[in-house]
């Protein structure tokens, strides 16, 4: 009857140990597909970095509730911010000089146009030098792939 239990609880290890070989494997599996989806969104992340450091303006992307979004290297070189300072913070309380309440109107404007309008402006700014600039904005509405308007792209010059 001892021999028995023995085999019978062997077997039974050996099925318990084929079913967690076999959960290794689509853990494997898994753990790859995973690294290679972050080497993709890491490739995409970088392109789409370029492409913004390639733009001559200042490029700052805020969502509905004018949370910024995106600050490229070109508006920190206007304004002397850098992304890490302002990413996550409302743009509205933001201090660069730039008279940001006058962009209430032309940002609402964009979230509430259909989709392909831009609103386009000229403040007078004072820039991170101290000197006055006349600022050249461009106000778009970030689309998405659902056709909802969910921010607003300005590129500043």
């Known amino acids: 009857m001892a021999y028995e ?3 019978s609880t062997n077997e039974a290890l050996e099925t318990t140990n084929e079913e967690l070989q076999s ?3 689509e ?5 790859e597909e995973l690294q290679r989806s972050s080497q993709d969104l890491n490739q995409s992340n970088t392109f789409l970095e370029s492409v913004f450091t390639s733009l001559k303006g200042g490029v700052v992307v805020v969502n509905r509730d004018l949370q910024m ?6 508006a920190g070189d206007l304004w002397g911010l850098r992304p890490d300072e302002v990413v996550g913070q409302n743009l509205l309380n933001l201090d660069i000089g730039l008279p940001v309440e006058r962009l209430c109107q032309p940002i609402r404007d ?5 989709g392909n309008s831009l609103v386009e402006l000229t403040l007078d700014a004072v820039n991170r030098k101290g000197h006055t600039v006349s600022c050249h904005i461009t106000c778009t509405p970030l689309i998405s792939l659902q056709n909802q308007v969910q921010g607003v792209i300005l590129i500043m010059t």
């Open 5 to 7: 239990e023995l085999q």
């Open 23 to 25: 959960a290794n494997e």
């Open 69 to 74: 979004q995106i600050w490229n290297a070109k």
């Open 27 to 31: 853990l494997h599996t898994v753990n």
């Open 110 to 114: 964009c979230l509430t146009l259909s």
